[in-house]
């Protein structure tokens, strides 16, 4: 893949009427050419979402379970997430770890059936503050790469976010320097090992509208993921233009 890429998670936001409404005010901001738009909903909206897309902007899903199918109330998989027009997935965000204490093994399991599935995973990985000030950053992130990709060959067709788990919904955000440092690590340690070499590195910690540009123009960040900021129309359109 090429081009830097902008993702929407809507997490746990937004009914038919409000993804409805967010639509009729997206249609009418320019395109950002040159980048790829992907939006993340609640399954709920994913068929709503689709009929609604602009031309050339994706549909994923935020989470999947492991089985293509199965006795698992409440849960979905990769066949029914493609089958509702899905062509990425959310693996292993850091709310999925730390809240609902997914571990790196079934992060693992998600992330071998998303490509079994023919879906493209967004593998999410990031330190919580207790790690970071540690100086244990690139360890555990590194270390939750090494762990997803260890159940397959030399893969490819995905991409990674870089989540600091410290700069999520708290305000805070990581410097690009920082930023930039991971991200370099997560591409060279994916050269090395022949992995991922079409993957974009995103960032996805807290980026609004007026700290997207500088994040976008670090070395090594190829994208972002965003949360709460693009729940509104202008806001998300704002950084999916950013430093164009």
Known sequence: MSGTF???????????AEAEAFFRAWRLLPAPRGREIAFFPPFTLLGVVKELLPSG???GGQNLHEAAEGAFTGE???PMLSDAGCSYVLVGHSERRHVFGESDNRVAKKFSASMNGGLRPVLCVGEKLDEREAGRTLEVVLG????????????????????PVWAIGTGKVAKAS?????????????????????????????VKPD????????????G????????????????ATAGM
Do not use: C
Request: charged share 20%.
């Open 57 to 59: 902007q994706a549909l």
């Open 224 to 239: 972002v993921l965003v949360g709460g900021a693009s729940l509104e129309p202008t806001s998300f359109h704002k950084i």
């Open 178 to 206: 920082d930023a930039s440092e991971v991200h370099l690590a997560i591409i060279e340690w994916l050269k090395k090992r022949g992995a991922g070499k079409e993957a974009r590195v995103l960032y996805g910690g807290s």
């Open 6 to 16: 902008i993702a929407a998670n809507w997490k746990m936001y937004k009914n038919r």
């Open 211 to 222: 700290n997207a540009a500088e994040l976008l123009a670090a070395d090594g960040v190829q």
């Open 76 to 78: 979905v998989s990769a």
């Open 144 to 163: 939750q790469l090494a762990s997803a990709l260890g159940l397959l060959p030399p893969a490819q067709g995905f991409d990674v976010a870089y989540e």
